[in-house]
């Protein structure tokens, strides 16, 4: 596994099929488009109903593909026979997958003479599956990255074909690491279809330790409990950024959270019995600061924010319009809004 840049003298034009749905897919359409080779078809999900009209609306890449003039095929499943046939027929050389969304059966995967190559956002075997963007952050990874494999029936098991790197910092947010892998993902595919275009490719099997399964992400899991760690808190918030965002009750409504790092305890607190997890602490100029662990022990650091109705905002300018709602004694999270003063007279929190 390399870098591949391959040699122009003996490189040849390969004939491509692209399936992807995502704007992160679309990022590598766009480098195909711009390589030496030729797109003659691209495969992308059915269109789904989107905004607040429920519009049937096409995807990122099949926008792309229609603005190329490149034909669409928008199958339901390539499990029957007939889609089976429509892509035989298309004789590609290779087909590039990218956040597809349809599972490939064998038939598909034996169909181009070069096989079926995959463009996945981590660096496997860590984190295959659905959400490898997201769960690295979440888990607090300091690395992530790219892998080009070569696909099999396996989910993400293909052997690998190169690696990109890049580190994940403490102010990385999904949407970060999401379009700067789209970039990378976009720019080592080209390579590696550079390198197929020169002869055969060296692939090299996945490892058998380290693998782990990034779940699809849900709307559900964004509430925040603030009897976690406060750094498991804060990558949670830094992942879940732009979608699905982490959020918690404040009263009857919602906070999102959307930037946040893991505080320290001021001596002063630390001298006197925690506040409940949750519990709005005194605060800077910049920043809320929100009691959280098992036994409130542990501080979040939250700098940026969007309340109902609003933008999202740094929070030095959401203290400045709405202080008396966010003031120090003030639950947020599933405890109703009291006072942690009220809640510790006698009151299960």
């Not at 090299?204 to 406060?230: H, I, N, W």
Request: aromatic share 4%; proline share 8%; net charge negative.
């Amino acid at each position: 596994m390399s870098d591949m840049p391959g040699s122009p003298q003996l490189m040849s034009r390969l004939r491509v099929v692209f399936a992807g749905t995502p704007e992160f897919a679309a990022s590598s359409l766009a480098a195909l488009l711009e390589s030496q080779h030729e797109v003659i078809a691209v495969y992308t999900q059915p269109d789904r109903p989107a905004g607040r009209g429920r519009k049937l609306t096409p995807s990122p890449v099949k926008q792309r593909a229609l603005e190329h003039g490149l034909p669409v095929y928008q199958p339901q499943t390539l499990k029957e026979p007939a889609a089976q046939a429509e892509l035989a027929a298309l004789n590609a050389d290779i087909m590039v997958v990218v956040a597809y969304g349809l599972l490939l059966p064998q038939a598909v995967l034996d169909t181009p003479r070069l096989g079926c190559i995959n463009v996945h956002a981590s660096l496997l075997p860590r984190w295959r599956g659905a959400a490898p963007i997201q769960r690295a952050i979440e888990a607090g990874d300091k690395v992530s990255g790219v892998t080009i494999m070569q696909m099999d029936a396996g989910l993400d098991t293909g052997a690998m074909l190169s690696e990109v790197r890049t580190p994940i910092t403490s102010r990385t947010t999904g949407g970060d690491l999401h379009d700067r892998l789209a970039i990378q993902g976009a720019n080592a595919l080209v390579n590696v279809l550079d390198a197929f275009a020169t002869g055969p490719v060296d692939a090299t099997p996945q490892p058998e330790e380290g693998v782990t399964y990034a779940a699809k992400l849900s709307k559900a899991e964004a509430e925040l409990d603030f009897e976690q760690p406060a750094p498991l808190l804060a990558s949670k918030i830094r992942a879940f950024n732009p979608w699905p965002v982490a959020w918690c009750a404040l009263g009857e409504d919602r906070l999102r959270l959307l930037m946040a790092s893991a505080g320290e305890v001021s001596v002063e607190e630390g001298e006197h019995p925690p506040s409940p997890p949750g519990t709005l602490l005194d605060h800077g100029d910049d920043h809320l600061r929100i009691a959280c662990g098992i036994d409130g022990r542990e501080v979040l650091c939250v700098t940026s924010a969007q309340l109902p109705g609003g933008k999202a905002m740094a929070v030095r300018d959401l203290l400045n319009a709405r202080h008396a709602l966010l003031a120090t004694g003030t639950r947020l999270g599933a405890h109703l809004d009291k006072p942690a003063a009220q809640a510790s007279e006698g009151e299960t929190p």
